[in-house]
Nanobody, 122 residues
Framework: QVQLVDSGGGLVQAGGSLRLSCAASGRTFSSYTMGWFRQPPGKEREFVAGINRSGGVTSYADSVKGRFTISRDSAMVYLQMNRLKPENTAIYYC?????????????????WGQGAQITVST
């Protein structure tokens, strides 16, 4: 399995930007589809963005399209978040899936980071 460590969370004003990073360890990282999920206060975990093994296919939740960008390299996954809104406040989790496609359901993902808190103020 791959081990994941999230970083880059923090407090930002509405309209600002942040970049989350996820460091992956394990020789099989390139065989995993990667995703970002978030859990707003009092709500269920939801899909934000995903990227396939090669990095050639991405998928986004409708609410973040055009503002968030997921990318990956040989050992990291990133989530660039622009024009942040207060409703984006949540704990953000990096996740890895052994399925070939870019899944949007959290049960499709096998490994999880510890989470990074993002707070967007008005």
């Amino acid at each position: 399995q791959v081990q994941l460590v999230d970083s880059g969370g923090g407090l930002v004003q509405a309209g600002g930007s942040l970049r989350l990073s996820c460091a992956a360890s394990g020789r099989t990282f390139s065989s995993y589809t990667m995703g970002w999920f978030r859990q707003p206060p009092g709500k269920e975990r939801e899909f934000v963005a995903g990227i396939n093994r090669s990095g050639g296919v991405t998928s986004y939740a409708d609410s973040v399209k055009g503002r968030f960008t997921i990318s990956r390299d040989s050992a990291m996954v990133y989530l660039q978040m622009n024009r942040l809104k207060p409703e984006n406040t949540a704990i953000y989790y990096c996740a890895a899936s052994r399925f070939g496609g870019v899944g949007t359901v959290f049960k499709e993902y096998d490994c999880w980071g510890q989470g990074a808190q993002i707070t967007v103020s008005t």
